[in-house]
T-cell receptor, first 117, second 113 residues
């Protein structure tokens, strides 16, 4: 079975440019998560969706970041305008419904390594 | 709020040594607990989980027991291999129904031959 698919795997662009990261979750999963990983701050949850609806975006660093999930099989994370401090690895993860016990694991993609020059 | 504290790394061991990576948590209610592993250049992969007190999760020779009395979920392996070199993350569920996880800061493990 296909796992979570992220694209691109690597992105290098100049500051001020718009960056769009893409994610295809595992079919049948109803929760989707965007994370950012850096050496300094570790793994940070940016936003997550449940049944395509954003539930918690408190981790989004500022208005330059936005995320959408137009349907159950696709999500985007956009940065506009980008800045050098946005350089990081961005991960998408998905999970199936698991009820209130939260006992279903998240499945991660391989990430997008973003470098803003 | 909920939180996870992991043993600080990096940890360096010789092949066949015994491994323990400590993890303690703070949470309301009865969270599920997880260990994830991240190999270089890859995303996090689920290693094992435990969903209630006294449960033991195990996989690939790794084990962890959900200890509610000490709020701990320490990861152990009896004999590590070079291929176990990776970053290990302890995590707990936030019990919000949407499978939100709270992660520890990660522990980098290096196994020397």
């Amino acid at each position: 079975d296909a796992g979570v698919i992220q694209s691109p795997r690597h992105e290098v662009t100049e500051m001020g440019q718009e960056v769009t990261l893409r994610c295809k979750p595992i079919s049948g999963h109803n929760s989707l998560f965007w994370y950012r990983q850096t050496m300094m701050r570790g793994l940070e949850l940016l936003i997550y969706f449940n049944n395509n609806v954003p539930i918690d975006d408190s981790g989004m660093p500022e208005d330059r970041f936005s995320a959408k999930m137009p349907n159950a099989s696709f999500s985007t994370l956009k940065i506009q305008p980008s800045e050098p401090r946005d350089s990081a690895v961005y991960f998408c993860a998905s999970s199936p419904a698991g009820g209130a016990r939260g006992n279903q694991p998240q499945h991660f993609g391989d990430g997008t390594r973003l470098s803003i020059l | 709020g909920n939180s996870v504290t992991q043993m600080e790394g990096p940890v360096t061991l010789s092949e066949e040594a015994f491994l323990t990576i400590n993890c303690t948590y703070t949470a309301t209610g009865y969270p599920s607990l997880f260990w994830y592993v991240q190999y270089p250049g890859e995303g996090l992969q689920l290693l094992l989980k435990a969903t209630k007190a006294d449960d033991k999760g195990s996989n690939k020779g790794f084990e962890a027991t959900y200890r509610k009395e000490t709020t701990s979920f320490h990861l152990e392996k009896g004999s590590v291999q070079v291929s176990d070199s990776a970053v290990y993350f302890c995590a707990l569920s936030d019990n919000q129904g949407a499978q939100k996880l709270v992660f520890g800061q990660g522990t980098r493990l290096t196994i020397n031959p």
